[in-house]
T-cell receptor, first 117, second 111 residues
Framework: QVQLRESGPGLVKPSEILSLTCTLS????????WAWIRQAPGKGLEWIGY???????RYNPSLNNRATISIDRSKKFFSLGLGPMTAADTAVYFC???????????WGPGAQVFVAS | QSGLTQPPSASGTPGQRVAISCSGS????????VTWYQQLPGSAPRILIF???QRPSGVPDRFSGSKSGTVASLAISGLQSEDEADYYC????????????FGGGTKLTVL
């Protein structure tokens, strides 16, 4: 059974860089798009960006180049770097497997990230 | 940056049919397919519909999707109590290099 799981710090300070990892189990990282999506408390979903297994990326322009997504095909994980962080970046961060059109077919359970000093 | 527009809430009684709308523009729904997600409280979203009308395996055929121009719709027939959830539409937007936009979400209440 294919599963995704996010990992990373639950708390970061303002102005720091967030680093999250999504680990894939039970499947191949090849031939898929791998996305990050977040949800602020009580708010809707916001697409952060995705990476194809070859390394090509697309990002949400509203993040103003603050996000970087990378992939390690040999170790079957992909990562999100986001910063500098502000309180507005407090959210649950989801990783997902999807398609080029942006559909997300398989989601991780999510990782809560708080931004506070 | 503009996303997709959904009504904040919808409701229905068990057995009823309800529809949730999603309005966009020419650069997203007017040019690309729509995806619908269901999010139960405290859970990650689950895909319900992709490519506007397609259901992944395991999604009941009570859920159906459609689109006309820049407006998409998710219909749920034979409403059940377990359908009470938040529903989100999403689509690729061709502007600004291409990115995904989401609707604000619709909270469905089963009365």
């Amino acid at each position: 059974q294919v599963q995704l799981r996010e990992s990373g710090p639950g708390l970061v300070k303002p102005s720091e860089i967030l680093s999250l990892t999504c680990t894939l189990s039970g499947g191949s990282i090849a031939s898929h798009y791998w996305a990050w999506i977040r949800q602020a408390p009580g708010k809707g979903l916001e697409w952060i960006g995705y990476i194809y297994y070859t390394g090509s990326t697309r990002y949400n322009p509203s993040l103003n180049n603050r996000a970087t997504i990378s992939i390690d095909r040999s170790k079957k994980f992909f990562s999100l770097g986001l910063g500098p962080m502000t309180a507005a970046d407090t959210a649950v961060y989801f990783c997902a497997r999807g398609s080029s059109s942006g559909s997300a077919y398989l989601w991780g359970p999510g990782a809560q990230v708080f931004v506070a000093s | 940056q503009s996303g997709l527009t959904q009504p904040p809430s919808a409701s229905g009684t068990p057995g009823q049919r309800v529809a949730i709308s999603c309005s966009g523009s020419g650069s997203n729904l007017g040019s690309n397919t729509v995806t619908w997600y269901q999010q139960l409280p405290g859970s990650a979203p689950r895909i319900l519909i992709f490519d506007t009308t397609q259901r992944p395996s395991g999604v009941p055929d009570r859920f159906s999707g459609s689109k006309s121009g820049t407006v998409a719709s998710l219909a749920i027939s034979g409403l059940q109590s377990e359908d009470e959830a938040d529903y989100y539409c999403a689509a690729w937007d061709d502007s600004l290099g291409g990115h995904v936009v989401f609707g604000g979400g619709t909270k469905l209440t089963v009365l």
